[in-house]
């Protein structure tokens, strides 16, 4: 062995026998929902570079946020019905065990730094509406209107296709049919390109609830979460998703794992889905079986008929404290994001339940 050879064999070594004394398996990992390749690339690069795990999460987390075209989470989150942006969040930070969370918060783009502030500044975990904006504005968050020009107009196209019994609307001029063809949209909106009328009308149509759930875990087996939404398009004001329920839409626990969901989140919120599923992983079912149980669970809430689970879209995502992982959907052909530490974030397909 040459003395180059010696001395990199002893760093490794010392490496392996940090992670050992630490509990760690010595691995970076971090996964997330399919909207987070960039996520989980910028959460492994910050743990690598010696970051804590919840703040590389948050950072990850926040590129969403930031973007005005992800319409499910932050910044062009689509509204309510009254056309306001109300956002969901939670993170859980493992080697602390401790947690934080904001319910339906206006005007911060980052819900995800908000709810790190109510676990670091507050003996709270969990505050919503107009106290979270409080919170946020007394440690220096800038206010900024979340609600973009574009999902302004998926909010309008939203209104102008509902119809009473009589197929009667207000926000239309009263003698239209109701809205169904581009060429009616067009009329209506002749300002707006072809191509964001048709994303506005799937909008309208097909309600999201996009939100990103990124979990991570450092070489040294420290684990921390973190789930943040615009929660469901068009809810009624005041909503609150499962995104900032921990236990439902995050869950982490030092000792086993973590684990979030993205979807539907009424339905998580009945299976306690996140906790669920680290339960479920402590009793040693591997993460995937353990992301499969929970859509078994929401399936068997409706007695698993399809024709009712038709309309459900909910994923689940779990990572081990091995850095094992695994995803779930209820439905055939969802995708979820991992980096493994080894080179750049993947999409690997979900497992599913019903086909
Ligand atoms: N899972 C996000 C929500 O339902 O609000």
Known sequence: MTRRELIL????????????????????????????????????????AG??????????????EDDP?????????????????????????????????????????????VA????????????????????????????????????RLAWMVWKKSLRDASGHNNWTDGLDAPVKASAQLKKMFPDVDEKTLAWAW????????????????????????VTTTSGLAWKIAGRVGDSPIIGA???????????????RGEENIRISGGHTIVEN????????????????R???????????????GITFYALRKDGVYGSANLWKGGQFAVNDGKGPSRLENCAYLLG
């Open 9 to 48: 064999s002893s760093a490794a070594l010392s490496a392996a026998a940090a992670a050992a004394q630490s509990n760690g398996s010595g691995k970076t990992v971090s996964i997330a929902s399919g909207n987070g390749i960039n996520a989980t690339a910028r959460a492994v690069e910050m743990m690598k």
């Open 51 to 64: 970051a804590d795990t919840l703040d590389a999460v948050i950072a990850g987390v926040n590129i969403n």
């Open 69 to 113: 075209d992800e319409h499910g989470v932050g910044l062009g989150g689509l509204p309510n019905e009254e056309g306001v942006v109300e956002l969901d969040a939670s993170v859980m930070h493992g080697p602390t065990r401790r947690c934080g969370a904001v319910a339906s918060i206006q005007r911060i783009k980052n819900p995800s730094k």
């Open 116 to 151: 790190k502030l109510v676990m670091q500044e507050t003996d709270h975990v969990m505050m919503a509406g107009a106290g979270a904006l409080k919170l946020a504005k007394a440690f220096g968050f800038a206010e900024d209107e979340l609600l973009t020009e574009k999902s």
């Open 202 to 225: 799937q909008m309208a149509v097909h309600p999201i609830a996009g939100t990103i759930n990124c979990l991570g875990l450092n070489a040294k087996g420290e684990i921390s979460g």
């Open 249 to 263: 839409g995050l869950y982490v626990d030092q000792e086993v794992g973590g684990a979030g969901s993205t979807g």
């Open 281 to 296: 992983m402590r009793r040693g079912m591997s993460p995937t079986e353990a992301c499969l149980d929970a859509c078994k």
């Open 298 to 312: 929401v399936a068997r809430n409706y007695d698993n008929d399809n024709t009712r689970l038709k309309a459900i």
